[in-house]
């Protein structure tokens, strides 16, 4: 059975950084595409990054870009989002997902979902 485990969410300082991670059992995540969507309050899930199965090809939301930076460790079967600068507005549960084949922007596409670190960052 395919699980996803976020973990590193919390309360940030406004400008300050965070790690979370994803940690993926029963199922090889060389295997697969894997991205972080977020939803914050009342607003739908929004796609954040993606990366390729190599990691040699990420995506970003446009917003995002150059804040946050995702990567993965294969051995580890894990995935990590890096965000900088964080602001208020970043505040949201993160979500890991993955899927087969390229990676993608939208929620549809993506087969696997953990359950969602929350990350809030105060003014």
């Known amino acids: 059975q395919v699980q996803l485990v976020e973990s590193g969410g919390g309360l940030v300082p406004a400008g300050g950084s965070l790690r979370v991670s994803c940690a993926a059992s029963?199922?090889?995540?060389?295997?697969?595409?894997m991205a972080w969507f977020l939803q914050a309050p009342g607003k739908e899930r929004e796609f954040v990054a993606a990366?390729?199965?190599?990691?040699?090809?990420?995506d970003y939301g446009c917003s995002l870009k150059g804040r946050f930076t995702i990567s993965r460790d294969n051995t580890e079967n894990t995935v990590y989002l890096q965000m900088h600068t964080l602001q208020p507005e970043d505040t949201a549960v993160y979500f890991c997902?993955?899927?087969?084949?390229?990676?993608?922007?939208?929620?549809?596409?993506?087969?696997?979902w953990g359950q969602g670190t929350q990350v809030t960052v105060t003014s």
């Open positions: 997902a993955a899927r087969e084949g390229a990676p993608a922007t939208s929620t549809w596409a993506y087969n696997y």
């Open positions: 029963g199922v090889t995540i060389s295997n697969y595409a």
């Open positions: 990366i390729s199965r190599s990691g040699v090809r990420m």
